[in-house]
């Protein structure tokens, strides 16, 4: 497990202290205008190579275009003398930084540590319209976590402009085609650091985080059944713990983590059951003669959402946790299936097919306010919500073949997750890596 | 199966033995009247009646027997067809290796539907008469839907697919303990075109042999 040190710096005398809880943005606005930061050069301290240095500011602008809330002043528009500029400015000069045009400045620092395996991470961020300083913090950690410390870094200054941390120290789980099988992957929520965790040739599908984030479960046709698995995200402890003829399939967990729905066909089809998080005590929830899928838990563990097709279409339904007080939620089209609720419990993301093509909506839990965020751009399904209810990821053919993508929860800035070519599907998103 | 061709071979030797005592009957008994009786042209008429029947019955048995050496041959040829149709095969990352068949053949479903098409209830009720044939087999029967749907309720489809072939067998008396299912959704394509005509081909229940 990662370990470093996070040292919030004290704000020096002369700096303006009134840093008030002011919202700049809302990301619930159905638009805003991105923004502008200003990002200086970071100075490199003492003997700390500028390679290191040069990767922090590249994560860390990278990072704060990827959050949908900041445009990065392009470097080659600042003033020569600027250019040159490295380090944390003098905040009695923030004059001199205001005829760019941005409207926040972030600079920084790097330290190596004497030992060469550390490093400390130092940065200062200002509102330049109101000439003041809005935080300073220091980040320590092995210099293999200098990623992660960029994320939290970028966490904290969207916590400053919204009163609310982003989620760039999140994961995404996604399931990668390969020929004939498929396995599943995580990613940062920049794309970066991909990782395999199951390597077994299988059809692996449906990964559903832990809320611990710890475990992934998910569906895996390991043994010629559809049958559900547990993995440590390392790729460790491959266990098998849900194994009745015919599905288990898209596990959802509750919030405390203590039980899972999921589908499962012991009947002839199938239906939605709750069981224990070790496989214990299946209890079937869902009635009658309709095929149902995709139960998903709502933040609160009172309700579950999922689809079924009792009405003669596959349609969204909520259910209380005990199977009682069904309703249906989705009323337009005739396809709408992969429901996943927004962290306050208020929304719901779902695929909805219009014209042949699958696109991505979302609804209030109370049938109201239908969304639709995906417009000719192939087909968009799987979508589920991140941890601070800003985006959400899906996939997408809108390129050929099957990305992931992440769009800002009202449809803008929707940009792939990683760089590779496709065969990407199914995507989870992690809670925050605190 | 070979019990199953037993009493056709042992009715058949039954008849063959009746055939050839009623044949020694009818030659002994001439020979008596010859001796007995002067020869009238009634009793030559009954006699070459009776050499007519005789050699009628041995031209009847011997087609029998020709019938049921060439109903043995097809029984055989069919055996070697399926037996010569029978494909083992291995997918990676699946457990077990188990056999395929030509003679087993897929039925193919509308979009979004599970009913089984009228037309497809031949290639099901050719397919139960096999498994009678051979009651030893055990198969699994796949349902599988094309790529035009999400894909955990493409799961419960092909999970309603193969349970419903499953049901149509067991209505022509198939035993229960001898079909399996399982539900691929739209994760093993036939077919990767993003087309009408693969789409139909996808949207399928396959057979498969895990014991036989």
Redesign the interface.
Known sequence: MVKYLLFPILLLSFFISSAEARVYLDINAPTFVRIPIALPKWKSADKTPPALTAKVYETLSNNLTLSGFFRVVPHQDFPLHLQQREGIPNPLSLEEWMPLGGEALLAGETFLGSDGTHIKLKFHLFDLIEKKHLVGKEYEGPIETLRNMVHRMVNEVIFQFTREKGVHNTKIAFVVRQGESKEIYSADFDGESVKQITQNQSINLSPAWSPDNKKIAFTSYLKRNPDLYMIDLDGKNLHRFLFFPGLNASPSWSPDGKQIVLMMGLEGKSDIYLVDANGGNPKKLTKGHGNEASPRWSPNGKWIAFVSDRSGSPQIYIMAQDGSNVRRLTFEGNYNTEPSWSPKGDRITFCGRVGGRFNIFTIGTDGFGLQKLTTNSGNNESPCWSPDGRYIAFSSTRTGGSKIYITNSNGLNQRPLTSSKGGESNPAWSKRFE | MIKKGCPMVGKGFNILVLIFCFGLLMMGCPKKAVIKEEPSAEKSEEFAAERQRTARLEAERAERALREKELKEREEAAKREFEKSLVTKK??????EVIESSLLRDIHFDFDQYDIRPGDKEILKATATLLKKYPSIKI?IEGHCDE??????N???G??RA?SV??YLLSLGIPDDRI?????GK??PVDPGHYEEAWAKNRRAHFIILSK
């Open positions: 997918t990676p990352g699946i457990e077990g699994q035009r749907g999400t894909l955990e309720y799961l419960a489809l999970e309603r349970n499953k049901n399996s299912t399982i539900s691929y994760e093993r």
